[in-house]
């Protein structure tokens, strides 16, 4: 029996959340089975740096730590766990209705999405709904988009080696 090391993003701020979430959709993916190689091996995590950090360096200090930092080279032991900022967020957006509506529901979502922080980007839309008029036009209605970007503190990362 081998291990396998792994690195997981997951947005969120609250870490025990973002872990748990992390867990449950690693297991989802991989089963229930054990011995998967990957974060749903792991029942603890301890932070490994609490400041959050862009993604690229975060995934750069897991690499550097996963093998020599005695709090996350067990593979039987805890995830480690880095705070990143400006990584990949949702964000819901509102479409408020106005007057003659909205031509598309890219159009709909830009005009709703409101001033966002310096370094802050629209990467896509991920889901929604809209009402329309007779028209075509759409009236109302919602969207979940990702965002990425910025220094706010967006998610974890969580790494480590697992058991394969």
């Known amino acids: 029996m081998g291990s396998q090391d792994f690195a997981t993003y997951q947005p969120g701020a609250d870490a025990k959340q973002a872990f748990a979430a992390a867990v449950e959709e690693a297991r989802y993916e991989y ?74 529901f890219e159009e709909a979502i830009a005009a709703n999405l409101g001033d966002l922080p310096e370094g802050v980007t629209f990467e896509r839309e991920t889901g929604g709904s809209y009402e329309q008029d007779t028209r075509g036009r759409i009236k109302s209605g919602w969207a979940t988009v990702w965002l990425s970007g910025g220094t706010a503190h967006t998610g974890w990362l969580f790494f480590g080696s697992a058991p394969s």
């Open 31 to 104: 089963g229930h089975r054990g011995y998967t190689g990957t974060i749903a091996e792991k029942y603890e995590f301890t932070v490994i740096q609490a400041t959050p950090i862009p993604l690229d360096a975060a995934r750069k200090l897991a690499a550097e730590l996963v093998y020599s930092d005695p709090r996350v080279e067990d593979k039987w032991g805890p995830a480690g766990a880095i705070a990143v900022s400006g990584g990949p967020h949702l964000r819901e957006v509102v479409i408020e209705a106005r007057a003659g509506g909205y031509a598309t």
